[in-house]
């Protein structure tokens, strides 16, 4: 299974810290690029640490920042209605 579609199938169970998705993309670069796409195509929704959604102009900042920054685990991933659909 593809870590996008593992990441979607994890978050079936709730929302992760991204330091945990993390763990399972072979890379920081890998990680950026596949979570920002799904991000842009409404799979997932990223929260900060009040549950708020953070804005998209803020992502950029959030995923230039390097792995295992403590950053990451400010902010989680949750399950949008179009991933869901697409683990279905």
């Given at each position: ?10 978050l ?10 993390r ?5 920081a ?6 979570i ?11 929260l900060?640490?009040?549950s708020?959604?953070?804005?998209r102009?803020?992502?950029a900042?959030?995923f230039g ?11 989680r991933l949750s399950?949008d209605?179009a ?6």
């Amino acid at each position: 299974m593809s870590p996008e579609l593992e990441t979607l199938d994890q978050l079936q169970g709730g929302d992760l810290p991204l330091n945990t998705v993390r763990g399972l993309f072979k890379d920081a670069g890998h990680f950026r690029r596949s979570i920002t796409s799904m991000l842009d195509a409404g799979d997932v929704i990223l929260l900060d640490q009040e549950s708020q959604t953070v804005p998209r102009w803020k992502h950029a900042e959030i995923f230039g920042q390097p792995a295992g920054h403590s950053t990451l685990q400010s902010y989680r991933l949750s399950l949008d209605d179009a991933g869901a659909a697409r683990i279905q």
